[in-house]
Structures are given as structure tokens and as C-alpha cells.
């Protein structure tokens, strides 16, 4: 009978620990890509996670040529696994877009998204 308990708790115990790691925001796509060249002097940034996240919890900011931190403001969600916002006055250069998100567990992931603007 012990035995038998523990061939069905072990499964479930995989199950249901692999569901909590799969809530973790990891970015599955972003417009601009790593690395990717754009034009122009305003660049819309989009950035989609393999789970819903916490927009209105959630921070996106982009390094600037001077080195420093900028906030940027995070549009209103078209999508629950989907943040956006915009980037005015970015001369040509190399940049970083710096993301901080609330996943659904509760769990805060952070990450960047380099690019160059020509």
C-alpha cells in the first residue's frame, strides 16, 4: 500500500513542480530583436514572455548613449503575455532596453535586449 502511494505521489510531485517553473516570465520574442539594426528616430519595443505577466507591476527602461537609465512608460496590454512601449529621439548609436517583469507565480524575472539604431 506504501509503495503503491508513492508510485502515484512521485508523479504528481514532477507534474506539479515542473507547472511552477513553467510560470516564470522568459522572454520568447522582442521587437527590436538582440542585436538588430533599426531606423529612425523612434523605435516601438515590444517584448513577449511564455506567460501572462503583471504590466502595471512590471518596469522597461532603456540605456541611453550617455551611459545612463531611462524609464520608459509601458503601454496599455493588448496582450496578457505582451508589454510595449516607445522610444522618441534615439539618435543613431548602440542601446539597451533593460525589462523587469511580474510573472503570474509572482516570481520577478529581469533581462535586457540589446540593439543599434542607425
Request: charge should be neutral; avoid cysteine; hydrophobic fraction near 45%.
Amino acid at each position: 500500500m506504501r509503495l503503491a502511494r508513492l508510485a502515484f505521489l512521485f508523479p504528481l510531485m514532477f507534474v506539479l513542480g515542473s507547472l511552477s517553473l513553467q510560470a516564470h516570465a522568459i522572454l520568447v520574442g522582442s521587437v527590436p530583436a538582440s542585436n538588430q539594426v533599426v531606423s529612425g528616430d523612434s523605435v516601438s519595443a515590444k517584448l513577449t514572455f511564455n506567460v501572462r505577466i503583471d504590466a502595471k507591476r512590471s518596469r522597461l527602461s532603456w540605456i541611453g548613449l550617455d551611459g545612463h537609465e531611462h524609464q520608459l512608460q509601458i503601454e496599455d496590454q493588448t496582450s496578457p503575455d505582451t508589454i510595449t512601449a516607445k522610444l522618441s529621439r534615439v539618435p543613431p548609436g548602440y542601446y539597451v532596453i533593460r525589462w523587469q517583469v511580474l510573472a503570474e507565480d509572482g516570481h520577478i524575472t529581469r533581462g535586457e535586449v540589446p540593439f543599434h539604431a542607425q
